[in-house]
Protein backbone atom coordinates (compact mmCIF):
# COMPACT_ATOMS: atom_id res chain seq x y z
CA UNK A 1 0.00 0.00 0.00
CA UNK A 2 1.14 4.01 -0.66
CA UNK A 3 1.99 5.58 1.90
CA UNK A 4 -0.66 8.21 2.35
CA UNK A 5 0.32 11.01 5.06
CA UNK A 6 -2.72 13.66 5.85
CA UNK A 7 -2.50 16.08 8.19
CA UNK A 8 -5.90 17.71 9.31
CA UNK A 9 -6.12 21.34 11.19
CA UNK A 10 -8.95 22.39 12.75
CA UNK A 11 -10.05 25.09 15.78
CA UNK A 12 -9.72 22.39 18.50
CA UNK A 13 -10.88 18.58 19.30
CA UNK A 14 -12.40 16.42 21.50
CA UNK A 15 -10.10 13.45 21.90
CA UNK A 16 -12.48 12.84 23.59
CA UNK A 17 -10.86 12.63 27.23
CA UNK A 18 -8.90 16.17 26.91
CA UNK A 19 -9.53 19.09 24.58
CA UNK A 20 -7.00 20.26 22.61
CA UNK A 21 -7.19 23.56 21.12
CA UNK A 22 -6.10 24.66 17.57
CA UNK A 23 -5.47 21.19 17.02
CA UNK A 24 -3.64 18.98 14.37
CA UNK A 25 -4.14 15.24 13.80
CA UNK A 26 -1.73 13.46 11.56
CA UNK A 27 -3.10 10.11 9.78
CA UNK A 28 -0.57 7.52 8.12
CA UNK A 29 -3.07 5.60 5.71
CA UNK A 30 -5.60 4.23 8.47
CA UNK A 31 -3.97 4.96 11.40
CA UNK A 32 -3.58 8.12 13.61
CA UNK A 33 0.16 8.89 13.95
CA UNK A 34 0.12 12.01 16.02
CA UNK A 35 -2.94 13.99 17.70
CA UNK A 36 -1.33 17.67 19.21
CA UNK A 37 -1.34 21.56 18.89
CA UNK A 38 -1.16 22.62 15.15
CA UNK A 39 2.53 24.20 15.67
CA UNK A 40 3.64 21.25 16.66
CA UNK A 41 3.66 19.60 13.09
CA UNK A 42 5.88 20.28 10.15
CA UNK A 43 4.46 20.55 6.51
CA UNK A 44 6.72 18.84 4.01
CA UNK A 45 5.99 18.18 0.37
CA UNK A 46 4.80 14.99 0.66
CA UNK A 47 1.89 15.90 3.51
CA UNK A 48 -1.55 16.39 2.16
CA UNK A 49 -2.90 19.20 4.52
CA UNK A 50 -6.86 19.81 4.98
CA UNK A 51 -8.07 22.83 7.02
CA UNK A 52 -10.87 23.23 8.53
CA UNK A 53 -11.45 26.78 9.61
CA UNK A 54 -14.70 28.12 12.33
CA UNK A 55 -14.70 23.78 13.25
CA UNK A 56 -13.91 21.01 15.47
CA UNK A 57 -12.93 17.20 15.63
CA UNK A 58 -14.36 14.26 17.01
CA UNK A 59 -13.74 11.11 17.01
CA UNK A 60 -15.60 9.15 14.28
CA UNK A 61 -18.96 8.59 16.32
CA UNK A 62 -20.26 4.84 17.14
CA UNK A 63 -24.10 3.58 17.56
CA UNK A 64 -24.26 -0.14 19.37
CA UNK A 65 -27.84 0.32 18.93
CA UNK A 66 -29.88 1.41 15.31
CA UNK A 67 -32.24 -0.54 13.57
CA UNK A 68 -31.79 0.91 10.21
CA UNK A 69 -31.32 4.76 8.06
CA UNK A 70 -31.74 5.47 4.94
CA UNK A 71 -34.49 2.69 4.06
CA UNK A 72 -32.59 -0.01 4.95
CA UNK A 73 -33.73 -2.08 7.80
CA UNK A 74 -31.82 -4.71 9.89
CA UNK A 75 -34.21 -6.83 10.34
CA UNK A 76 -35.09 -7.92 7.07
CA UNK A 77 -31.75 -7.37 5.48
CA UNK A 78 -33.00 -9.34 2.31
CA UNK A 79 -35.25 -6.51 1.09
CA UNK A 80 -34.10 -5.63 -2.23
CA UNK A 81 -36.04 -2.08 -1.75
CA UNK A 82 -33.23 -1.29 0.52
CA UNK A 83 -29.54 -1.22 0.77
CA UNK A 84 -27.14 -1.75 3.67
CA UNK A 85 -24.59 0.72 1.87
CA UNK A 86 -27.69 3.69 1.94
CA UNK A 87 -27.75 3.12 5.70
CA UNK A 88 -23.88 3.41 5.62
CA UNK A 89 -23.38 6.52 3.60
CA UNK A 90 -26.37 7.96 5.77
CA UNK A 91 -25.14 7.65 8.64
CA UNK A 92 -21.73 8.89 7.10
CA UNK A 93 -23.63 12.30 6.72
CA UNK A 94 -24.32 12.58 10.14
CA UNK A 95 -20.28 12.57 12.03
CA UNK A 96 -20.63 8.19 12.53
CA UNK A 97 -18.21 5.98 11.36
CA UNK A 98 -19.25 2.74 13.19
CA UNK A 99 -22.40 1.09 13.80
CA UNK A 100 -23.74 -2.06 15.10
CA UNK A 101 -27.37 -3.25 12.97
CA UNK A 102 -29.48 -4.13 15.60
CA UNK A 103 -32.19 -6.97 14.73
CA UNK A 104 -35.42 -7.48 16.48
CA UNK A 105 -37.43 -10.60 17.11
CA UNK A 106 -39.40 -12.89 13.88
CA UNK A 107 -40.56 -16.45 13.50
CA UNK A 108 -37.77 -18.06 14.34
CA UNK A 109 -37.20 -19.18 10.66
CA UNK A 110 -37.70 -15.50 10.04
CA UNK A 111 -35.22 -14.63 11.86
CA UNK A 112 -32.75 -17.50 11.36
CA UNK A 113 -32.76 -16.69 7.39
CA UNK A 114 -31.90 -12.65 7.76
CA UNK A 115 -29.17 -13.20 10.21
CA UNK A 116 -27.70 -15.22 7.59
CA UNK A 117 -28.05 -12.48 5.06
CA UNK A 118 -27.53 -9.84 7.52
CA UNK A 119 -24.08 -11.70 8.30
CA UNK A 120 -22.62 -11.64 4.99
CA UNK A 121 -23.05 -8.18 4.86
CA UNK A 122 -20.89 -7.71 7.49
CA UNK A 123 -18.05 -8.59 5.08
CA UNK A 124 -19.01 -5.86 2.65
CA UNK A 125 -16.91 -3.00 2.28
CA UNK A 126 -18.89 0.09 2.47
CA UNK A 127 -18.75 3.29 1.21
CA UNK A 128 -19.97 5.62 4.23
CA UNK A 129 -19.53 4.07 7.92
CA UNK A 130 -18.45 0.61 8.88
CA UNK A 131 -20.66 -2.06 9.90
CA UNK A 132 -19.28 -3.86 13.28
CA UNK A 133 -21.57 -6.51 13.42
CA UNK A 134 -25.28 -7.40 14.77
CA UNK A 135 -26.68 -6.94 17.98
CA UNK A 136 -29.70 -9.79 18.93
CA UNK A 137 -32.96 -7.18 20.90
CA UNK A 138 -34.82 -10.70 21.11
CA UNK A 139 -36.39 -12.88 20.77
CA UNK A 140 -35.60 -13.92 24.67
CA UNK A 141 -38.00 -11.13 26.35
CA UNK A 142 -40.53 -10.14 28.65
CA UNK A 143 -43.84 -10.37 26.76
CA UNK A 144 -45.14 -7.89 29.34
CA UNK A 145 -42.60 -5.05 27.90
CA UNK A 146 -42.13 -6.08 24.26
CA UNK A 147 -42.76 -2.30 22.80
CA UNK A 148 -42.95 -2.19 19.79
CA UNK A 149 -42.17 -5.74 18.97
CA UNK A 150 -44.48 -8.41 17.87
CA UNK A 151 -45.51 -10.10 21.48
CA UNK A 152 -45.73 -13.67 19.45
CA UNK A 153 -42.52 -13.27 17.73
CA UNK A 154 -40.85 -13.36 21.15
CA UNK A 155 -40.02 -16.69 22.93
CA UNK A 156 -38.76 -17.92 26.48
CA UNK A 157 -35.03 -18.83 26.61
CA UNK A 158 -34.38 -21.60 24.84
CA UNK A 159 -30.55 -22.37 24.87
CA UNK A 160 -30.79 -24.55 21.37
CA UNK A 161 -32.61 -22.11 19.80
CA UNK A 162 -29.85 -19.29 21.07
CA UNK A 163 -27.22 -21.88 19.73
CA UNK A 164 -28.61 -21.84 15.97
CA UNK A 165 -28.87 -17.99 16.16
CA UNK A 166 -25.49 -17.67 17.44
CA UNK A 167 -24.54 -20.19 14.22
CA UNK A 168 -26.39 -18.16 12.31
CA UNK A 169 -24.53 -14.88 12.68
CA UNK A 170 -21.53 -16.26 11.96
CA UNK A 171 -19.12 -14.88 14.47
CA UNK A 172 -20.79 -11.18 13.90
CA UNK A 173 -23.24 -11.29 16.99
CA UNK A 174 -21.88 -9.09 19.24
CA UNK A 175 -24.45 -8.01 21.54
CA UNK A 176 -28.08 -10.07 22.79
CA UNK A 177 -30.87 -8.30 24.82
CA UNK A 178 -32.66 -10.51 27.42
CA UNK A 179 -34.85 -10.37 30.08
CA UNK A 180 -33.21 -11.75 33.35
CA UNK A 181 -36.15 -12.36 34.78
CA UNK A 182 -36.80 -15.67 32.70
CA UNK A 183 -35.97 -19.09 33.01
CA UNK A 184 -32.20 -19.98 32.14
CA UNK A 185 -31.01 -16.53 31.59
CA UNK A 186 -27.79 -17.63 33.81
CA UNK A 187 -27.30 -20.19 31.22
CA UNK A 188 -28.06 -17.74 28.52
CA UNK A 189 -25.52 -15.36 29.93
CA UNK A 190 -23.11 -17.94 30.36
CA UNK A 191 -23.08 -19.87 27.07
CA UNK A 192 -23.41 -15.48 25.38
CA UNK A 193 -20.03 -15.25 26.98
CA UNK A 194 -18.72 -18.18 25.90
CA UNK A 195 -19.10 -16.63 22.27
CA UNK A 196 -17.88 -13.36 23.31
CA UNK A 197 -21.36 -11.66 22.54
CA UNK A 198 -22.26 -9.32 25.78
CA UNK A 199 -24.96 -10.07 27.47
CA UNK A 200 -27.08 -6.91 27.92
CA UNK A 201 -30.40 -6.51 29.80
CA UNK A 202 -33.87 -5.05 28.94
CA UNK A 203 -37.39 -5.79 27.76
CA UNK A 204 -38.16 -6.98 31.12
CA UNK A 205 -39.97 -6.85 34.22
CA UNK A 206 -36.73 -8.36 36.57
CA UNK A 207 -36.91 -7.56 40.04
CA UNK A 208 -34.07 -6.68 42.14
CA UNK A 209 -32.89 -10.17 43.10
CA UNK A 210 -33.19 -11.34 38.93
CA UNK A 211 -31.04 -8.33 38.03
CA UNK A 212 -28.37 -8.73 40.89
CA UNK A 213 -27.90 -12.40 39.71
CA UNK A 214 -27.64 -11.72 35.78
CA UNK A 215 -24.98 -8.75 36.80
CA UNK A 216 -23.19 -11.37 39.13
CA UNK A 217 -22.83 -13.76 36.03
CA UNK A 218 -21.84 -10.95 33.24
CA UNK A 219 -24.18 -8.80 32.32
CA UNK A 220 -23.08 -5.73 32.43
CA UNK A 221 -25.07 -3.94 30.14
CA UNK A 222 -28.48 -2.61 29.97
CA UNK A 223 -30.58 -2.07 26.87
CA UNK A 224 -31.86 1.69 26.59
CA UNK A 225 -32.86 2.23 30.25
CA UNK A 226 -35.92 3.50 31.31
CA UNK A 227 -37.61 2.07 28.07
CA UNK A 228 -38.87 -1.11 28.38
CA UNK A 229 -38.83 -1.65 31.99
CA UNK A 230 -41.04 -0.70 34.56
CA UNK A 231 -41.05 2.98 36.06
CA UNK A 232 -38.47 4.07 39.13
CA UNK A 233 -40.58 2.62 42.33
CA UNK A 234 -39.77 4.12 45.93
CA UNK A 235 -39.81 0.45 46.90
CA UNK A 236 -39.96 -1.72 44.24
CA UNK A 237 -36.98 -2.33 42.79
CA UNK A 238 -36.36 -3.77 39.35
CA UNK A 239 -33.89 -3.82 36.61
CA UNK A 240 -34.37 -0.16 35.95
CA UNK A 241 -33.27 0.98 40.03
CA UNK A 242 -29.96 -1.56 39.67
CA UNK A 243 -28.70 -0.56 36.36
CA UNK A 244 -29.16 3.35 37.09
CA UNK A 245 -27.27 2.48 40.41
CA UNK A 246 -24.83 -0.72 40.03
CA UNK A 247 -21.58 0.56 38.94
CA UNK A 248 -20.79 -2.63 36.97
CA UNK A 249 -23.54 -1.94 34.22
CA UNK A 250 -23.43 0.79 31.11
CA UNK A 251 -26.51 1.88 30.58
CA UNK A 252 -28.26 3.08 27.12
CA UNK A 253 -29.44 6.16 26.47
CA UNK A 254 -32.26 7.09 23.81
CA UNK A 255 -31.31 10.86 22.85
CA UNK A 256 -34.46 11.78 20.38
CA UNK A 257 -35.55 14.07 23.35
CA UNK A 258 -38.91 12.05 23.13
CA UNK A 259 -38.27 8.49 24.34
CA UNK A 260 -37.14 9.69 27.87
CA UNK A 261 -37.91 13.57 29.44
CA UNK A 262 -34.85 15.58 29.55
CA UNK A 263 -34.54 15.36 33.33
CA UNK A 264 -34.44 11.54 33.25
CA UNK A 265 -31.65 11.72 31.29
CA UNK A 266 -30.14 14.17 33.68
CA UNK A 267 -31.22 11.65 36.66
CA UNK A 268 -28.71 9.14 34.49
CA UNK A 269 -26.38 10.77 34.40
CA UNK A 270 -26.03 12.03 38.09
CA UNK A 271 -26.23 8.47 38.97
CA UNK A 272 -23.71 6.86 36.84
CA UNK A 273 -20.11 7.47 36.22
CA UNK A 274 -19.81 9.05 33.13
CA UNK A 275 -18.00 6.29 31.33
CA UNK A 276 -21.25 3.65 31.69
CA UNK A 277 -23.37 5.94 29.84
CA UNK A 278 -23.37 4.96 26.59
CA UNK A 279 -26.22 7.21 23.88
CA UNK A 280 -27.61 5.84 21.23
CA UNK A 281 -29.61 6.64 18.56
CA UNK A 282 -32.51 3.83 18.30
CA UNK A 283 -33.00 4.67 14.76
CA UNK A 284 -34.76 2.94 12.02
CA UNK A 285 -34.96 2.53 8.36
CA UNK A 286 -36.91 6.07 8.04
CA UNK A 287 -33.15 8.14 9.58
CA UNK A 288 -32.56 10.37 7.23
CA UNK A 289 -35.96 9.79 5.02
CA UNK A 290 -39.17 11.97 5.07
CA UNK A 291 -42.28 11.17 6.98
CA UNK A 292 -44.32 8.55 5.68
CA UNK A 293 -44.84 4.51 6.39
CA UNK A 294 -42.12 2.13 7.14
CA UNK A 295 -41.22 -0.69 9.41
CA UNK A 296 -38.91 -2.58 12.28
CA UNK A 297 -39.30 -5.79 11.29
CA UNK A 298 -42.81 -6.76 10.68
CA UNK A 299 -43.87 -4.10 12.93
CA UNK A 300 -45.42 -0.92 10.74
CA UNK A 301 -44.78 2.36 12.31
CA UNK A 302 -45.26 5.94 10.62
CA UNK A 303 -43.22 8.80 11.20
CA UNK A 304 -45.09 12.52 11.33
CA UNK A 305 -43.02 15.55 11.94
CA UNK A 306 -39.79 13.27 12.34
CA UNK A 307 -41.52 11.32 14.97
CA UNK A 308 -41.60 7.71 14.58
CA UNK A 309 -44.56 5.47 15.94
CA UNK A 310 -46.75 2.29 15.87
CA UNK A 311 -50.74 2.42 14.61
CA UNK A 312 -51.44 2.41 18.31
CA UNK A 313 -49.24 5.89 18.99
CA UNK A 314 -46.22 3.83 20.83
CA UNK A 315 -43.12 5.27 19.94
CA UNK A 316 -41.43 2.80 17.61
CA UNK A 317 -37.20 4.03 17.50
CA UNK A 318 -36.84 6.84 16.27
CA UNK A 319 -35.23 9.40 13.06
CA UNK A 320 -32.55 11.01 15.51
CA UNK A 321 -29.04 10.37 14.96
CA UNK A 322 -25.55 10.89 17.12
CA UNK A 323 -25.20 14.20 15.71
CA UNK A 324 -27.97 15.79 17.16
CA UNK A 325 -28.18 13.07 20.44
CA UNK A 326 -25.05 14.16 21.86
CA UNK A 327 -25.94 17.88 22.06
CA UNK A 328 -29.24 17.00 23.58
CA UNK A 329 -26.99 15.32 26.04
CA UNK A 330 -25.07 18.04 27.00
CA UNK A 331 -28.21 20.10 26.93
CA UNK A 332 -30.45 17.91 29.12
CA UNK A 333 -27.98 16.46 31.27
CA UNK A 334 -25.35 19.64 31.60
CA UNK A 335 -22.72 17.48 30.93
CA UNK A 336 -19.37 18.83 29.62
CA UNK A 337 -18.44 18.66 26.16
CA UNK A 338 -15.61 15.95 26.32
CA UNK A 339 -17.69 13.51 28.66
CA UNK A 340 -20.62 13.91 26.09
CA UNK A 341 -18.75 13.29 23.66
CA UNK A 342 -17.24 10.30 25.10
CA UNK A 343 -21.00 8.79 25.57
CA UNK A 344 -20.88 8.55 21.31
CA UNK A 345 -17.26 7.50 20.57
CA UNK A 346 -15.15 6.22 23.41
CA UNK A 347 -17.74 4.32 25.58
CA UNK A 348 -19.53 2.92 22.86
CA UNK A 349 -15.72 1.38 21.94
CA UNK A 350 -15.10 0.07 24.98
CA UNK A 351 -18.46 -1.22 25.84
CA UNK A 352 -18.12 -3.74 22.70
CA UNK A 353 -13.85 -4.28 23.71
CA UNK A 354 -13.19 -1.64 20.29
CA UNK A 355 -9.85 -1.21 21.47
CA UNK A 356 -9.08 0.00 17.95
CA UNK A 357 -11.70 3.32 17.52
CA UNK A 358 -13.59 5.81 19.61
CA UNK A 359 -10.54 7.84 20.95
CA UNK A 360 -7.87 10.11 18.77
CA UNK A 361 -4.99 8.77 19.99
CA UNK A 362 -1.62 7.58 18.26
CA UNK A 363 -2.26 3.97 16.52
CA UNK A 364 -6.22 3.64 16.60
CA UNK A 365 -8.05 4.19 13.73
CA UNK A 366 -8.07 7.11 11.54
CA UNK A 367 -12.15 7.48 12.29
CA UNK A 368 -12.78 11.25 12.67
CA UNK A 369 -15.73 14.03 12.79
CA UNK A 370 -15.43 17.59 11.74
CA UNK A 371 -18.16 19.81 12.83
CA UNK A 372 -19.32 23.67 11.75
CA UNK A 373 -18.70 25.22 15.23
CA UNK A 374 -21.88 27.61 15.62
CA UNK A 375 -24.21 25.41 13.68
CA UNK A 376 -22.64 21.55 14.65
CA UNK A 377 -23.40 20.49 10.84
CA UNK A 378 -21.36 17.75 9.98
CA UNK A 379 -18.45 18.92 7.54
CA UNK A 380 -16.21 15.85 6.86
CA UNK A 381 -16.30 12.40 7.83
CA UNK A 382 -13.10 9.90 7.60
CA UNK A 383 -13.50 6.53 7.59
CA UNK A 384 -10.06 4.79 8.18
CA UNK A 385 -8.11 7.31 6.77
CA UNK A 386 -10.38 7.88 3.92
CA UNK A 387 -12.77 10.64 3.47
CA UNK A 388 -16.12 8.76 3.58
CA UNK A 389 -18.09 12.13 3.63
CA UNK A 390 -17.59 15.82 2.97
CA UNK A 391 -20.68 18.61 2.83
CA UNK A 392 -19.63 21.07 0.61
CA UNK A 393 -17.28 19.03 -1.67
CA UNK A 394 -14.31 20.90 -0.36
CA UNK A 395 -11.69 17.60 -0.40
CA UNK A 396 -11.23 14.99 -2.98
CA UNK A 397 -10.56 11.28 -2.19
CA UNK A 398 -8.24 10.18 -4.33
CA UNK A 399 -9.50 8.29 -7.56
CA UNK A 400 -7.43 4.98 -6.71
CA UNK A 401 -8.75 4.54 -2.94
CA UNK A 402 -10.00 0.87 -2.72
CA UNK A 403 -13.73 0.91 -2.81
CA UNK A 404 -16.39 -2.35 -3.42
CA UNK A 405 -19.60 -0.49 -2.81
CA UNK A 406 -22.81 -3.23 -2.50
Not at 102 to 123: C, F, G, H
Not at 204 to 230: R, V, W, Y
Not at 252 to 266: F, Q
Not at 304 to 325: F, Q, V, Y
Request: glycine share 8%.
Amino acid sequence: MKRQRRLYLTDYCLTPVKKIERCGILCENEKILAVGGASAFSRDAELEIFELENAYATPGFIDTHIHGAGGFDSSTADDQGSSINAMSRTLAEHGLTSFLCTVVSAPVDRMLYNLSILSDMMKWELEGADQIGISLEGPFLNREKCGSQIQNDIRDIDLGLARELIAAGKGFIKKMTFAPELHDSIRLIELLRENRILPSMGHSNADEQATLKAIDAGATCCTHLFNGMPPLHQRDITLTAVALTDERVAIELILDGMHLHPRIIDLACRCKLSDKVIGISDSTQAAGLKDGKYHIGNSEIYVKDGISRTNTGLLAGTTTLLDTGWHSLMTFSDMEETKAAACVTLNPANSLRLNDRGLLQPGKRADLAFFEKLTNRPLLTVRRGKIVYDADNRFKESENSEQQPQ
